[in-house]
Nanobody, 125 residues
């Protein structure tokens, strides 16, 4: 079993930055990939960024590439999402997720079993 708790959301103006954190506890071998997902009202959920926790390889949606950075701090059991140059279209509830996945599926929310409760990010123009 894995527990995930997000924090760090808030309201910022366009062009601003936020750093989301996801505190991880539980059985470490239950997952090898972690991801950040977001869902805005009336829109489908979107995989934003993923990381292979075994080797640190990172993956990004085209919509955030160059602006967001996913990272992990194994000593603190924490996953991060640094978000820079935020845009109003980044407004959404952000969730972290974890599971054991085959390569190439980090972006698919249906493949993740463990989810946090979410943290709201609101970007005003």
């Amino acid at each position: 079993q894995v527990q995930l708790v997000e924090s760090g959301g808030g309201s910022v103006q366009a062009g601003g930055s936020l750093r989301l954190s996801c505190a991880v506890s539980g059985y470490r071998n239950s997952y090898n990939y972690m991801g950040w997902f977001r869902q805005a009202p009336g829109k489908e959920g979107e995989g934003v960024a993923g990381i292979y926790t075994g080797g640190g390889s990172t993956y990004y949606a085209d919509s955030v590439k160059g602006r967001f950075t996913i990272s992990q701090d194994n000593a603190k059991n924490t996953l991060y999402l640094q978000m820079n140059s935020l845009k109003p279209e980044d407004t959404a509830m952000y969730y972290c997720a974890a599971d054991r996945l085959a390569p190439g599926w980090w972006y698919d929310p249906k493949r993740y079993s463990y989810w946090g409760q979410g943290t709201q990010v609101t970007v005003s123009s």
